[in-house]
C-alpha cells in the first residue's frame, strides 16, 4: 500500500466554487506538500482563476492507504 501526498488548487474568492481538475503537484510526503502549498499561497505572483479572476489558492491533500491498527 502506498500513501500519496499531492498539492490541489482551487479559487480563493468565496463567491466563486472553481477547483482546480488535477493535482498541481505530488510529494514524498505530507509535510512538503503541506510547505509548496504554503509557499505558493505566500507567492506574489499567483495564477489567476480561469471563472473570475481571482487569486488561486493552494492546499495540501493526502490519501492514505495503510491500514490503521489499533
Same mark, same amino acid.
Given at each position: 500500500?502506498?500513501?500519496?501526498?499531492?498539492?490541489?488548487?482551487?479559487?480563493?474568492?468565496?463567491?466563486?466554487?472553481?477547483?482546480? @481538475?488535477?493535482?498541481?503537484?505530488?510529494?514524498?510526503?505530507? =509535510?512538503?506538500?503541506?510547505?509548496? +502549498? #504554503?509557499?505558493?499561497? &505566500?507567492? @506574489?505572483?499567483?495564477?489567476?482563476?480561469?471563472?473570475?479572476? =481571482?487569486?488561486?489558492?493552494?492546499? +495540501? #491533500?493526502?490519501?492514505? &492507504?495503510? @491500514?490503521?491498527?489499533?
Amino acid at each position: 500500500m502506498s500513501n500519496k501526498f499531492k498539492v490541489r488548487a482551487y479559487c480563493s474568492s468565496r463567491a466563486c466554487e472553481y477547483v482546480h @481538475p488535477d493535482d498541481v503537484m505530488v510529494a514524498i510526503n505530507y =509535510e512538503t506538500a503541506y510547505s509548496l +502549498a #504554503h509557499y505558493y499561497n &505566500e507567492s @506574489p505572483s499567483k495564477p489567476s482563476c480561469p471563472r473570475c479572476g =481571482e487569486a488561486i489558492a493552494f492546499y +495540501a #491533500h493526502a490519501i492514505i &492507504e495503510e @491500514p490503521w491498527f489499533n
